[in-house]
Every structure is written in C-alpha cells, then in structure tokens.
C-alpha cells in the first residue's frame, strides 16, 4: 500500500533567538519564536508523515501546552515521528519540501539539512528532497515577518 501526507508549518521571525532549519543553525539576525525550537522544516515534514500514516499530527503527539516540549529540537521530534511511523507498518520512500522566505538563502546549508533529516528518520540522503524559494515580497514570508515549509512524504507498507 502506498501513503501519501502532507506538511505545512509558519513560525514569525522574532531578534534574539536562533534561527534553526532542518537542525542547522543559520547565520541570521532574527530566529523562528515558538515553543519548540520552531523549526519549520522538521514541523512540516513530521506532519507531512504522521498525515501519510494517519497518525494525526504533531501538535497531537507534541502539544505546544505540554511543558515537556519545551524547547524540544525539530529533529529529536523527527526522530519519534520516525518511530510511530515504522511501528505503524510503513516505510519512507522519500520526503519532498519547500522553505519559503525572502532571507536568509537557504542553498548553502542544504546538503548539512539533508543530512540531519535522513539521520533523524534512518533513512538514506537520496529519500529526502529540500528546496527554497521566495515569496517574492508577499504576505508574511515575503515582508521578511516569518518562514513557511511545506512537506510531502511518500510511504509504502513495510
């Protein structure tokens, strides 16, 4: 059987904390404000996921008023999206996203991205896909105000 889900996430961009995508650190002014590490890649490719395997998603599995998440790292969440997923029977065949913002530019820090995420689910580099664009100055994203990811994840049965 295959399983299709899909991934979004939009954290604002806020001075004074660290910008975290795909758990790499990006040199930049401003960082995502959230309850976790707000880390919209990780965000929209772990609902993208549980979504596939309807399972919910991670604001059901993770609830930003549960303490205990706290600060929780995107790929640590990833990593026990991973598991909920290989318990439920399926496999990932691979992941597909999209960041969206104006800056910084996200290519140079793509591969490092790649990398964690493959590492976090157990899969190999070649499954996951991480592209950037912008939002050509529109609406949030485009003004500079928040990031945007989008994820689709592709499962098969086990």
């Known amino acids: 059987m295959l399983r299709i889900g899909f991934g979004y996430d939009i954290h604002p961009l806020l001075e004074g904390r660290p910008l975290l995508l795909g758990g790499v650190i990006l040199p930049f002014e401003k960082g995502l404000d959230g309850h976790s590490d707000a880390d919209v890649l990780c965000h ?83 499954r996951v896909s991480i592209k950037a664009t912008t939002n050509e100055r529109l609406g949030p994203p485009g003004r500079g105000e928040a990031i945007v990811a989008y994820a689709v994840a592709f499962l098969e049965t086990a």
């Open 44 to 126: 929209a490719i772990g609902d993208a996921l549980l979504g596939a395997a309807a399972l919910g998603d991670i604001g059901e599995h993770f609830p930003d008023r549960d303490p205990a998440f706290k600060g929780m790292s995107g790929l640590f969440l990833l990593q026990k999206v991973g598991e909920k997923v290989d318990r439920s029977g399926y496999r990932i065949v691979n992941l597909d996203s999209t960041v969206v913002a104006e800056e910084p530019k996200i290519s140079p820090f793509r591969k490092m991205m790649i990398t964690n995420i493959a590492e976090a689910l157990n899969v190999d580099p070649g």
